[in-house]
């Protein structure tokens, strides 16, 4: 079975652009979930998707969005890009939705540098 | 594991050995635990997951313990290898939310 894949691998953007990250999550899971890793603060969450719906957010701006589509696929946006949007962008899947206690299963991630 | 800091916790095995890692958490309603491996350039990894409801749970060469007492979980890994150089975490759910740890850097040594 296929882990979570995201695209791309690596961004480099400069300051006040927008961009989009692209996640499919394993086969079969319907939660998608989104965090933002940093050496300073570790992995934050951004927001949670299942069956289309954003369940849950964290304490990010609005410039910060995302989307799930009918085949659990999920997209994430930030727009208007700051320097410390620099991190690594992970998604992760998991078979329930977050009031479950099923593990979440990482993608590699997008490494986006903004300049 | 370069992405969860630069002054991580360094625990230094000699390979073969065992391996203990640590994690304090923070709230006593997390009822659900999992530890995590991120190797250089990757993901993090899931490792092995625990309920609050059990106090041990093994999986291959590995074991973690929850005192739930003390709020305290830790990852035993038997007879460490190389290949078990990463950084672990563990994460605690509260609600729909996970927590994650700061991290510890296992180095493995030949």
């Known amino acids: 079975k296929a882990g979570v894949t995201q695209t791309p691998r690596y961004l480099i953007k400069t300051r006040g652009q927008q961009v989009t990250l692209s996640c499919s999550p394993i086969?079969?899971?319907?939660?998608v979930s989104w965090y933002q890793q940093t050496p300073g603060q570790g992995l934050q969450f951004l927001f949670e998707?299942?069956?289309?719906?954003?369940?849950n957010k964290g304490n990010f701006p609005g410039r910060f969005s995302g989307r799930q589509f009918s085949n659990s696929r999920s997209e994430m946006n930030v727009s208007t890009l700051e320097l410390g949007d620099s991190a690594l962008y992970l998604c992760?899947?998991?078979?329930?939705?977050?009031?479950?206690?099923?593990?979440?299963?990482f993608g590699n991630g997008t490494r986006l540098t903004v300049t | 594991g370069e992405s969860v800091g630069l002054h991580l916790p360094t625990l230094s095995v000699q390979e073969g050995d065992n391996s203990i890692i640590n994690c304090a958490y923070s709230?006593?309603?997390?009822?659900?635990f999992i530890w995590y491996k991120q190797e250089s350039g990757k993901g993090p990894q899931f490792i092995i997951d625990?309920?609050?409801?059990?106090d041990k749970r093994q999986g291959q060469r590995v074991t973690v313990l929850l005192n739930k007492t003390v709020k305290h979980l830790s990852l035993q890994i038997a007879a460490t290898q190389p290949g078990d150089s990463a950084v672990y975490f563990c994460?605690?759910?509260?609600?729909?939310?996970?927590?994650f740890g700061t991290g510890t850097r296992l180095k493995v040594l030949a």
């Open positions: 992760a899947s998991s078979l329930g939705d977050s009031l479950n206690n099923s593990p979440l299963h």
């Open positions: 086969s079969g899971h319907r939660s």
């Open positions: 998707y299942f069956s289309e719906t954003q369940r």
């Open positions: 709230n006593s309603a997390s009822d659900y």
């Open positions: 625990i309920r609050s409801n059990m």
């Open positions: 994460a605690e759910k509260r609600a729909y939310k996970y927590i």
